[in-house]
């Protein structure tokens, strides 16, 4: 299977931002040394509650290979061929929870703000809708009040409030969000 199997929209396409053209396009294994490059160009705060270590070439290398599987999918945002940001989707496995896909969003700062958020979100929820998925879950520190708003302003809900869920860099605990959406239109 390859990247992008099962996906209707076709990729890359363009949009503008701040006057500069900003390309949206699938992510491929020959972006991952680009990709680590801007992941490690963020302050620590960004990069503290990540499901995959978007800085370890090893945990990069796992990651495309679900994306070969089908399993997984990036779309990257970049301009003048650097990234700013990006959304992902990654499907759940169980068998019982296949349903499910969880979205990421990582803007690079000097970019929040101005709708990419948004616009990645809408092309994850299209992604998730072509491949027949029926809810997609973000799940966010409780102390991220920032991104539970975001979260708010593109339509999830909180579903779940889970108790000391996730463990930072620094060995601390942390209460997680869970907040849904429901995928419309579909047909698994
Ligand atoms: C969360 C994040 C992806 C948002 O990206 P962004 O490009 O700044 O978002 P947008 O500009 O598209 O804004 C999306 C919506 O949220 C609103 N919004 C943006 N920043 C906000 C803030 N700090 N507080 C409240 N609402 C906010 C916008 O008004 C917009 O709503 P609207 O379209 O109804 O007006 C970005 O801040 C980020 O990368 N944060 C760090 C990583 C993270 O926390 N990811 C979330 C967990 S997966």
Redesign the pocket.
Known sequence: MSIGTGIKHSYPWNITLDGRQVTLRLMKRSDVENAINFARELPPE?LM?LTVDITDPVEMEEYMRDCDRGMAVTVLAEVDGKFI?YGSLACSQPHWTRHLGE?????NRQ???????????NEIMQIAEDKGLRKII???AVD????I??????EFHAEALLNDFVIDRNGRTHDVMVMTHDVTGLTV
């Open positions: 960004d509650f940001g979205i990421r969003l990582l803007i970019w929040r703000g101005k709708g990419l958020g948004r616009t990645l979100a973000a799940r966010m991220q009040k920032g991104a708003q975001v979260f708010e302003h593109l």
